[in-house]
């Protein structure tokens, strides 16, 4: 088995290596049983320098990309081939070729020869690609920007938030995918995504915009303001996407959804909103979770009634340090929560904290396993020590989320 995995990678080196058809190269995941790899996610291409031809290498941990430009290519392809990834996706300008390794260890290879062609770019200081050019109509619709395409000014801390979440949700969807863990949709039966909490759906109409370029995909926004499910009816018809996007006024405990959704976000809901969205989610077995939690009213509250532990009385003296602690509770709590009901679950920068202070995201992939005695130790430890109750918990104790 170990060999057939050697001669796998050995074939995807040779892809990597050929400098003059690698596309891209995508590298995430970790392999059952193995180490975390060093990196969640690598990219590799070529491009040109006044030096020549380097393989650039550009790896991401929880927060930033750094990114390497190595003349001995062979040397640092080996070094990520060395890494425990179980999922690779290489792409040149005659194949594609992607390789899973099962949670037996066992390499599924599969290489297909494209159907287009394709010019790789090797230009080293090309513009950052925007995932939502400036003058796409759903950001003229929502006033992000202006009728000649052009980003607003007072609009520009929105417009970034926009790409960042769509840049973390294309990573989401794509390692999912990748990995087995979310279907691929079809025409007939298209990727189904409930916003939770939607509000006046800017993110809802950009997630939207993204993904339907991508695969077919039908998406719900809920909020429990009738005014936002008008508004934004009106948004969905002007922009002539309504037979894909609805929407409707309801409590996130209360909507009723014809189908059970693939993928479930919830942005920026406020205090136990983001456990009400999760709580329904667990209940769908959504197989991918994006939240942005907004405040942590119920925590910080409960932090003020109870006893703090001994050791820790200078993290809850003063205010400002208690609200921090609340939410770094709070979010730890969820992501652990999550995990004990077959969850892996990621928590990272959502947007830098300098366009907004409300900037962790939890990303959370449904795998039905069993999380290890540790894990539940761990969250029973936090909330004993704590004295704290937390609202998720609460909620799938009560009973079947539907």
Same mark, same amino acid.
């Given at each position: 088995?170990?060999?057939?995995?050697?001669?796998?990678?050995?074939?995807?080196?040779?892809?990597?290596?050929?400098?003059?058809?690698?596309?891209?190269?995508?590298?995430?995941?970790?392999?059952?049983?193995?180490?975390?790899?060093?990196?969640?996610?690598?990219?590799?291409?070529?491009?040109?320098?006044?030096?020549?031809?380097?393989? !650039?290498?550009?790896?991401?941990?929880?927060?930033?990309?750094? =990114?390497?430009? %190595?003349?001995?290519?062979?040397?640092?392809?080996?070094?990520?081939?060395?890494?425990?990834?179980?999922?690779?996706?290489?792409?040149?300008?005659?194949?594609?070729?992607?390789?899973?390794?099962?949670?037996?260890? !066992?390499?599924?290879?599969?290489?297909?020869?494209?159907?287009?062609?394709?010019?790789?770019?090797?230009?080293?200081?090309?513009?950052?690609?925007?995932?939502?050019?400036?003058? %796409?109509?759903?950001?003229?619709?929502?006033?992000?920007?202006?009728?000649?395409?052009?980003?607003?000014?007072?609009?520009?801390?929105?417009?970034? !938030?926009?790409?960042?979440?769509?840049?973390?949700?294309?990573?989401?969807?794509?390692?999912?995918?990748?990995?087995?863990?979310?279907?691929?949709?079809?025409?007939?039966?298209?990727?189904?995504?409930?916003?939770?909490?939607?509000?006046?759906?800017?993110?809802?109409?950009?997630?939207?915009?993204?993904?339907?370029?991508?695969?077919?995909?039908?998406?719900?926004?809920?909020?429990?303001?009738?005014?936002?499910?008008? %508004?934004?009816?009106?948004?969905?018809?002007?922009?002539?996407?309504?037979?894909?996007?609805?929407?409707?006024?309801?409590?996130?405990?209360?909507? =009723?959804?014809?189908?059970?959704?693939?993928?479930?976000?919830?942005?920026?809901?406020?205090?136990?909103?983001?456990?009400?969205?999760?709580?329904?989610?667990?209940?769908?077995?959504?197989?991918?979770?994006?939240?942005?939690?907004?405040?942590?009213?119920?925590?910080?509250? !409960?932090?003020?009634?109870?006893?703090?532990?001994?050791?820790?009385?200078?993290?809850?003296?003063?205010?400002?340090?208690?609200?921090?602690?609340?939410?770094?509770?709070?979010?730890?709590?969820?992501?652990?929560?999550?995990?004990?009901?077959?969850?892996?679950?990621?928590?990272?920068?959502?947007?830098?904290?300098? %366009?907004?202070?409300?900037?962790?995201?939890?990303?959370? =992939?449904?795998?039905?396993?069993?999380?290890?005695?540790?894990?539940?130790?761990?969250?029973?430890?936090?909330?004993?020590?704590?004295?704290?109750?937390?609202?998720?918990?609460?909620?799938?104790?009560?009973?079947?989320?539907?």
């Amino acid at each position: 088995m170990a060999g057939d995995l050697s001669h796998a990678l050995a074939r995807l080196r040779g892809a990597v290596l050929d400098d003059e058809h690698l596309v891209r190269a995508l590298a995430s995941g970790r392999r059952r049983g193995r180490a975390e790899p060093r990196w969640r996610r690598v990219e590799m291409r070529y491009v040109d320098l006044k030096a020549g031809r380097r393989l !650039q290498v550009t790896t991401y941990d929880d927060t930033q990309a750094h =990114v390497t430009n %190595h003349e001995d290519a062979g040397a640092a392809l080996d070094e990520l081939l060395a890494e425990p990834f179980s999922n690779w996706h290489v792409e040149t300008t005659t194949h594609t070729h992607q390789l899973r390794v099962t949670k037996k260890g !066992q390499p599924l290879l599969h290489s297909a020869e494209r159907t287009a062609g394709v010019t790789p770019q090797r230009s080293h200081d090309q513009a950052k690609q925007r995932l939502l050019p400036d003058d %796409h109509p759903v950001l003229r619709a929502l006033g992000i920007s202006d009728a000649q395409g052009r980003v607003k000014p007072s609009r520009q801390a929105k417009y970034r !938030q926009v790409e960042e979440f769509l840049r973390a949700l294309s990573v989401a969807i794509e390692d999912a995918t990748r990995s087995g863990k979310l279907r691929t949709p079809t025409a007939d039966d298209p990727l189904r995504v409930v916003d939770l909490g939607c509000g006046n759906a800017y993110l809802t109409f950009a997630a939207h915009a993204w993904l339907s370029g991508q695969m077919p995909v039908r998406l719900v926004g809920v909020d429990v303001k009738e005014q936002s499910r008008r %508004h934004n009816t009106e948004v969905a018809d002007r922009l002539g996407v309504a037979d894909e996007m609805t929407f409707h006024a309801a409590g996130i405990r209360d909507v =009723v959804l014809e189908e059970h959704p693939d993928v479930v976000l919830a942005l920026h809901a406020c205090d136990t909103a983001t456990d009400d969205a999760l709580f329904r989610a667990v209940g769908w077995h959504a197989e991918l979770v994006l939240a942005a939690p907004c405040c942590h009213h119920d925590i910080s509250a !409960q932090l003020r009634q109870v006893t703090t532990p001994v050791g820790y009385t200078s993290l809850t003296r003063d205010g400002i340090l208690r609200e921090r602690l609340a939410d770094t509770l709070t979010d730890a709590l969820r992501a652990a929560i999550l995990r004990q009901v077959g969850y892996r679950v990621d928590v990272v920068e959502f947007v830098d904290s300098v %366009h907004t202070p409300r900037n962790t995201l939890l990303r959370a =992939v449904r795998t039905g396993s069993t999380p290890p005695r540790e894990a539940r130790d761990e969250y029973d430890a936090l909330v004993s020590t704590w004295h704290l109750q937390p609202r998720l918990a609460e909620l799938l104790d009560e009973g079947d989320p539907h």
